[in-house]
């Protein structure tokens, strides 16, 4: 408002992060450790294959819940990415 100017870290302006994790069967809820509780972006990829968001997954503050359908579920073994920026 005075025309002083501020110096700020990167990190308040851009925050991003992934993580990787094998699922147990039935696993809705992944752990992701930094995640804000409004990132602006958030890619989730299970085996690869990319989920649709709002459809396939939600998120919250620090963790995702995936929704299978009829169509797929979680097993053991599968792999889970999960990629976000503030």
Do not use: C, H
């Not at 995640?35 to 989920?51: C, D, Q």
């Amino acid at each position: 408002a005075d025309g002083t100017l501020k110096r700020v870290t990167r990190e308040t302006l851009l925050q991003s992060g992934d993580i990787q994790t094998v699922a147990t069967t039935d696993q809705t809820t992944v752990t992701v450790t930094g995640m804000p509780a409004n990132p602006s972006k958030v890619w989730v990829y299970r085996n690869g294959a990319k989920l649709m968001s709002g459809v396939d997954f939600t998120t919250a503050a620090g963790a995702v819940t995936l929704t299978p359908t009829i169509d797929w579920s979680v097993v053991a073994g599968d792999i889970i990415e999960v990629q976000w920026v503030k």
